[in-house]
């Protein structure tokens, strides 16, 4: 990044220097040292606070741009309450961003709770040690790029060197973080099924989530529930509704039965009907239709043979004749 000093007159009347990018600035204070409270306040003064470091890349950065001074320079690290702070956040240092140098912090003395950082040394250069508070030490100082406005309500705002990023929150995207990541939307079923979706945010979008149930005479084949995850994909696919099936009607003697279907063979709705040979007729329901409960409406009807009148009209003469 471009960078520019330019020297400034202080209420202090001391020398400011400033190293200028494309928004987050270094600010440090060398003609008159002051001890780590009065540094922090000078910053808070006149920028945004004491330096919080984030990343080796801003470390060797500072190491580069500052000059050689004696007693060297305050960093926005105290200890509170026996833990390593950073002043400006509030939030523990982690052991994966100390930068300690060889043998530190050993609290050499006791009451080591503030941290200076070594700018140019021939030993541990860019490095921290723990130094009592009462020291007096250059002030190192940041002014923030991040505002309010830089980045939405999903996101927060890193502070980078000559610039800021917004850091998304799970289920968002964008330069802003302003758009939330969709799903593909679901399909739905032709014949069965029902879907009833929850949207927080918007249809299909990031924490919607769908519940699914089968109309009358379907049975449910899947995850009743799904839900749009943060990486644009459903946490289920959507299932099924399988239609109830009954089993094939049996086939009387002397007869055919006849099936049709409106979704598939001997399923839900389907609907049989018996035809019984030459010289039968049916006994009993002579159609059959499959329940929502997978059984038929009745009992499977037989076929009969058929008795003419005229047969049974001679065989009465015959026995009142032989009486």
């Given at each position: 990044h471009p960078r520019t000093i330019t020297l400034q007159s202080t209420m202090f009347d001391s020398i400011t220097c400033q190293f200028k990018a494309q928004a987050w600035t270094y600010h440090y204070q060398t003609e008159n040292n002051m001890d780590w409270l009065t540094a922090r306040q000078w910053c808070?003064?006149?920028?945004?606070?004491?330096?919080?470091?984030?990343?080796?890349?801003?470390?060797?950065?500072?190491?580069?741009?500052?000059?050689?001074?004696?007693t060297y320079y305050w960093i926005g690290i105290r200890k509170v309450e026996g833990e390593w702070m950073w002043v400006g956040t509030r939030k523990p240092l982690t052991d994966e961003a100390a930068n300690?140098?060889?043998?530190?912090?050993?609290?050499?003395?006791?009451?080591?709770?503030?941290?200076?950082?070594?700018?140019?040394?021939?030993?541990?250069?860019?490095?921290?040690?723990?130094?009592?508070?009462?020291?007096?030490?250059?002030?190192?100082?940041?002014?923030?790029?991040?505002?309010?406005?830089?980045?939405?309500?999903?996101?927060?705002?890193?502070?980078?060197?000559?610039?800021?990023?917004?850091?998304?929150?799970?289920?968002?995207?964008?330069?802003?973080c302003e758009q939330v990541v969709q799903c593909p939307p679901l399909m739905k079923a032709v014949i069965g099924w029902n879907m009833n979706c929850s949207n927080p945010i918007?249809?299909?979008?990031?924490?919607?989530?769908?519940?699914?149930?089968?109309?009358?005479?379907?049975?449910?084949?899947?995850?009743?529930?799904?839900q749009c995850d943060h990486t644009g994909h459903w946490t289920q696919p959507a299932p099924t509704c399988t239609a109830v099936t009954c089993g094939p009607p049996m086939v009387p003697a002397n007869g055919n039965m006849t099936c049709t279907g409106p979704l598939a063979k001997f399923s839900f709705r389907s609907s049989c009907?018996?035809?019984?040979?030459?010289?039968?007729?049916?006994?009993?329901?002579?159609?059959?239709?499959?329940?929502?409960?997978?059984?038929?409406?009745?009992?499977t009807p037989t076929c009969e043979g058929k008795m003419c009148n005229g047969w049974f009209v001679k065989l009465k003469r015959s026995i009142s004749n032989t009486n």
């Open positions: 808070q003064r006149h920028f945004t606070d004491m330096v919080a470091i984030q990343n080796q890349g801003e470390i060797a950065y500072l190491d580069q741009i500052l000059p050689i001074h004696r300690w140098a060889t043998g530190e912090p050993n609290n050499q003395g006791s009451g080591e709770d503030c941290v200076e950082m070594y700018i140019k040394r021939l030993k541990d250069t860019a490095k921290w040690n723990d130094e009592r508070c009462n020291k007096r030490k250059a002030a190192l100082c940041y002014k923030a790029s991040c505002f309010e406005t830089s980045c939405s309500e999903h996101a927060e705002c890193v502070e980078i060197i000559g610039n800021y990023k917004c850091q998304c929150h799970q289920g968002f995207t964008g330069p802003r918007n249809s299909n979008s990031y924490s919607s989530t769908c519940t699914f149930s089968c109309e009358e005479g379907f049975e449910l084949v899947g995850s009743p529930t799904t009907a018996l035809i019984c040979e030459e010289g039968y007729s049916p006994a009993g329901e002579s159609t059959l239709t499959c329940l929502k409960t997978g059984n038929w409406s009745a009992e």
